[in-house]
């Protein structure tokens, strides 16, 4: 298994739809998945430490588990078919460890809520893994040569061609 983390909740610019950027822990490699706006919302108020006036569905989850002496212990992104994803949250409480079918999103949000780790399978990692391409310095320095010589009429000329 991968160990990831969420590095960020967005719009997907080809479909318009939210999406939720997970990375491993060096960066090197990153997985977009697809969700719904409930859940891109409910990601983001975790991530951002944003407290709402009432509890929404995972934290009411989260106050659920607590209540019952049940633990998340880890989240696993853990297939891959038809570009949909699939992933379990085991808990473990004191009768022993459970795993229950979940969607990413819906597992995501429950793991940020309780510090669990979220991990994608091997399986995943070989299917959907994306690298981070390394920037070529001999690249960047041309970039940068070429930002030094733009000028706003540069971006008018672009505008109005």
């Given at each position: 298994?991968?160990?990831?983390?969420?590095?960020?909740?967005?719009?997907?610019?080809?479909?318009?739809?939210?999406?939720?950027?997970?990375?491993?822990a060096?960066?090197k490699?990153?997985?977009?998945?697809?969700?719904?706006p409930?859940?891109?919302?409910?990601?983001?108020?975790?991530?951002?430490?944003?407290?709402?006036?009432?509890?929404?569905?995972?934290?009411?989850?989260?106050?659920?588990?607590?209540?019952?002496?049940?633990?998340?212990?880890?989240?696993?992104?853990?297939?891959?078919?038809?570009?949909?994803?699939?992933?379990?949250?085991y808990?473990?409480?004191?009768?022993?460890?459970?795993?229950?079918?979940?969607r990413?999103?819906?597992?995501?949000?429950l793991?940020?809520?309780?510090?669990?780790?979220?991990?994608?399978?091997?399986?995943v990692?070989?299917?959907?893994?994306?690298?981070?391409?390394p920037?070529?310095?001999?690249?960047m320095?041309?970039?940068?040569?070429?930002?030094?010589?733009?000028?706003?009429?540069?971006?008018?000329?672009?505008?109005?061609?």
């Amino acid at each position: 298994m991968v160990k990831m983390k969420v590095k960020v909740v967005g719009i997907d610019q080809n479909s318009m739809m939210p999406v939720v950027v997970i990375t491993d822990a060096e960066e090197k490699g990153f997985i977009p998945i697809l969700i719904g706006p409930a859940e891109a919302q409910a990601i983001s108020i975790q991530m951002e430490g944003m407290k709402p006036p009432r509890p929404i569905t995972h934290d009411l989850l989260k106050t659920m588990l607590d209540t019952l002496n049940t633990k998340v212990d880890r989240v696993v992104i853990s297939d891959l078919k038809d570009e949909t994803y699939f992933a379990k949250i085991y808990v473990k409480s004191r009768d022993g460890e459970m795993e229950v079918d979940a969607r990413p999103s819906d597992a995501i949000a429950l793991a940020l809520r309780s510090d669990s780790p979220i991990y994608i399978s091997e399986e995943v990692a070989a299917k959907a893994l994306i690298a981070n391409k390394p920037i070529d310095d001999d690249e960047m320095e041309a970039f940068r040569k070429f930002l030094e010589g733009l000028t706003p009429d540069d971006f008018e000329r672009n505008l109005k061609g």
